[in-house]
């Protein structure tokens, strides 16, 4: 994969720095499914906006990097049905940006608005979950764009029905530190939005909360995913290539921010990206 690697060894102690690793990461990821002893049906993962930049790449691949640089990352599906057990067969399908905030497939993007992507699909594919209910992606950890929080999405398809249409939210202090420290992903300016004052990662809730840990040559982003086989949900068409976003959604691809929200500064952001160092939720 092209792009400079980090140290490892800087990597580790960055990382750890930061709390991300072990035991303070898997604090970060959400467990949609009750243990097998609870009465209660499982948590079904929240829907959310499906965004201004999807269309069916067609691709059926478990890389979906097509060469970029970035930081290695495998983002892996666990997909339960409404009942908890492995859904097998589902078709699950992955699409983010790139380490500088640009998606696959459009234009009028980036900073400054100028680089088109159309007719490209990096970071886009499809893969059917095996026996376990698994779908596993090797891909590049995502960048960032104005007005959004780091994120994934993804979507859910029981036979050529979308069941689920979702976003998969990051830790932010691994994200922190990768924008900071990585070239691949360093910019001019720091990143306004968090998990914490992103609107639509407010709303979707735990249930889309990821888990990160660090392999030798890679990290990798776990998600379990609840879904109801028979859900039906309304989704917006999908935009082609060149179209601008939906009615009722802005340029993030998502609706406009809650009331009152604003950037984090000061404390509220080193809040925001220490877990449990208080709380920095902008309302």
């Known amino acids: 994969m092209e792009g400079e690697e980090l140290n490892p060894a800087i990597r580790r102690r960055g990382v750890l720095s930061l709390g991300v690793v072990g035991v303070g990461v898997a604090g970060l990821g959400a467990t949609a499914v009750?243990?097998?002893?609870a009465a209660r049906p499982p948590v079904l993962t929240a829907q959310t906006t499906e965004?201004?930049?999807?269309?069916?790449?067609?691709?059926?691949?478990?890389?979906?990097?097509?060469?970029?640089?970035?930081?290695?990352l495998e983002v892996r599906f666990n997909v339960l049905d409404e009942a908890g057990r492995p859904f097998a067969g589902a078709r699950v399908d992955i699409w983010h940006c790139d380490a500088t905030g640009v998606y696959s497939g459009y234009a009028d993007q980036g900073d400054k608005r100028h680089i088109d992507t159309r007719g490209q699909t990096f970071l886009r594919g499809n893969l059917n979950t095996d026996a376990d209910g698994v779908a596993a992606f090797r891909s590049v950890y995502p960048g960032w764009y104005e007005g959004r929080t780091?994120?994934?999405?993804?979507?859910?398809?029981?036979?050529?029905?979308?069941?689920?249409?979702?976003?998969?939210?990051?830790?932010?202090?691994?994200?922190?530190?990768?924008?900071?420290?990585?070239?691949?992903y360093?910019?001019?300016?720091?990143?306004?939005?968090?998990?914490?004052n992103d609107g639509i990662a407010i709303e979707a809730g735990?249930?889309?909360?990821?888990?990160?840990?660090?392999?030798?040559?890679?990290?990798?982003?776990?998600?379990?995913?609840?879904?109801d086989r028979a859900a039906n949900p309304v989704v917006a068409r999908p935009p082609v290539p060149g179209d601008g976003p939906p009615p009722g959604?802005?340029?993030?691809?998502?609706?406009?921010?809650?009331?009152?929200?604003?950037?984090?500064?000061?404390?509220?952001?080193?809040?925001?990206l220490v877990p449990g160092n208080g709380s920095a939720v902008v309302k």
């Open 206 to 227: 735990q249930t889309v909360l990821g888990a990160i840990r660090q392999e030798s040559d890679c990290y990798v982003a776990s998600l379990t995913v609840v879904v």
């Open 34 to 37: 009750r243990s097998p002893a």
């Open 186 to 196: 360093r910019r001019g300016r720091v990143r306004e939005t968090l998990n914490s």
């Open 51 to 72: 965004g201004p930049y999807y269309f069916d790449v067609k691709l059926m691949r478990r890389d979906i990097t097509e060469g970029l640089a970035g930081v290695p």
């Open 150 to 184: 780091t994120h994934i999405h993804f979507k859910v398809l029981n036979g050529t029905r979308a069941v689920l249409t979702s976003q998969f939210f990051l830790p932010d202090a691994l994200s922190e530190f990768l924008y900071t420290q990585s070239p691949d």
């Open 249 to 272: 959604l802005d340029r993030t691809g998502g609706p406009p921010p809650p009331r009152g929200s604003r950037p984090l500064e000061g404390n509220q952001r080193l809040s925001a």
